[in-house]
């Protein structure tokens, strides 16, 4: 499916397309890494394991594409397991931190498929998404990595740190 949207998409220009390596359905931030001490952030994925020990894996269903001023990206449907797996990533994090970064509220599971490099009119990449014809797609989730990331290279890429299985 992501790769019948980069088709559709790949002559619209200001878009920096997301390869298949690269998607990725983010949660929930920790901090630049010179700001995070490494013995922290093991102690987090520990409690990570622990919580989501408790989180039975999902299946999240991905339709058409949206349109928002930065990014094309699939909201995640139903919303409420990738919400439980956060919420449990935040108490993994309150486990080690007092304060745990970023608000809890106004979390949107999505995947991006493409980011903005400029601005312009949103009717040309519309027009382009209309052109796909693609089947929803389904993505069992089965484990939560957490990573180092970076955005040097006009999208995010990352290294793992650590991964967690759910259940």
């Known amino acids: 499916m992501a790769d019948a949207y980069r088709r559709g998409l790949a002559e619209v220009a200001g878009l920096d397309l997301v390869p298949d390596r ?4 983010t949660m929930q931030g920790l901090g630049f890494v010179d700001e995070v001490p490494e013995q922290d952030a093991r102690a987090i ?4 394991r622990r919580r989501l020990a408790g989180v039975t894996p999902f299946e999240l269903r991905l339709h058409r594409p949206e349109i928002t001023p930065e990014a094309i990206r699939w909201e995640a449907e139903p919303s409420e397991p990738p919400a439980a797996v956060r919420a449990a990533v935040r108490a993994a994090i ?3 931190w007092d304060d ?5 509220d ?5 995947v991006t498929i493409a980011y903005s490099n400029s601005d312009g009119p949103a009717d040309p990449v519309a027009h382009a998404l209309g052109t796909v014809d693609a089947e ?4 069992r989730i089965e484990q939560v990595d957490l990573i180092v990331l ?3 290279n006009r999208m995010y890429e990352w290294e793992d740190f650590a991964a967690v299985r759910l259940g």
């Open 94 to 96: 309150a486990d080690v």
């Open 100 to 104: 745990v970064p970023e608000p809890a």
């Open 22 to 25: 690269w998607l990725h359905l």
């Open 45 to 48: 994925a520990d409690a990570a």
């Open 106 to 110: 106004g979390f949107a599971p999505h």
């Open 150 to 152: 970076g955005r040097d």
């Open 136 to 139: 929803p797609a389904t993505a």
